[in-house]
Nanobody, 117 residues
Framework: QVQLVESGGGLVQPGGSLRLSCATS????????MGWYRQTPGKQRELVAG???????TYEDSVKGRFTISRDNAENTVLLHMNSLKPEDTAVYYC???????????WGQGTQVTVSS
């Protein structure tokens, strides 16, 4: 069973920072492209940032320069550092692991990020 355990969401003021963390098992981490998605009510889940096993990254345009995704290979964890947060970043953020060999995709339970004064 694939488990993705997320942490780090919460309430932050505009301009503030948060760090999201997603931990999984060593074997899952080693065979997967990892990503963070977000979803707001009535909208489709969208990719925020992704990182391959080799460390190549991709970002949604609105977060470029503000968010940074990284992999901690020692801890089998993917991190999302979010700076200069805006109210429009408010969403439930989901961790995703996609097996490079099969394309199978697995999701974490989601963590709420609220940016509000």
């Amino acid at each position: 069973q694939v488990q993705l355990v997320e942490s780090g969401g919460g309430l932050v003021q505009p301009g503030g920072s948060l760090r999201l963390s997603c931990a999984t098992s060593k074997i899952i981490f080693s065979i997967s492209t990892m990503g963070w998605y977000r979803q707001t009510p009535g909208k489709q889940r969208e990719l925020v940032a992704g990182i391959t096993r080799g460390g190549s990254t991709t970002y949604e345009d609105s977060v470029k320069g503000r968010f940074t995704i990284s992999r901690d290979n020692a801890e089998n964890t993917v991190l999302l550092h979010m700076n200069s947060l805006k109210p429009e970043d408010t969403a439930v953020y989901y961790c995703n692991a996609r097996f490079d060999s099969t394309g199978q995709s697995y999701w974490g339970q989601g963590t709420q990020v609220t940016v509000s004064s």
